[in-house]
């Protein structure tokens, strides 16, 4: 598992994080089942703060794309449906946008928030 995080980056290290392991997620890269390391392990390998990449997780979990098992671990989650993955797939690619053109995560939030209320 390939994950990176740019300390020169305007988004915030857990969302790097997040997004990463996001795309992996709905591109197949890591198929469901797919255990990921330890919060603490990867926390070491990306010289993060623990809390830094819980962050992630809890987000990826609320998603519904991992699943925490306690001492099992966090692994790929099963059962999401096609809509799920395809609006995962298009998220992804707006928040890379978003990041391309500079927008704050703040502001590309507001954006789909307005679109979903709208």
Request: charged share 20%; proline share 6%.
């Amino acid at each position: 598992m390939d994950v990176s995080v740019s300390v020169d980056s305007p988004v915030p290290p857990y969302e790097q994080v997040r997004g990463q392991l996001a795309a992996m997620i709905g591109d197949g890269r890591l198929p469901v089942g797919t255990r990921l390391p330890t919060v603490r392990q990867l926390a070491g390998q990306l010289e993060l703060a623990v809390n830094t990449v819980a962050r992630a997780y809890r987000e990826l979990e609320a998603a519904g794309l991992v699943q925490t098992r306690g001492r099992h671990g966090t692994v790929v989650a099963p059962g999401r449906d096609d809509a799920v993955d395809r609006l995962q797939r298009a998220a992804v690619g707006y928040a890379a946008e978003a990041t391309r053109l500079g927008v704050p995560a703040e502001t590309a939030l507001a954006l789909v928030r307005a679109a979903l209320d709208g």
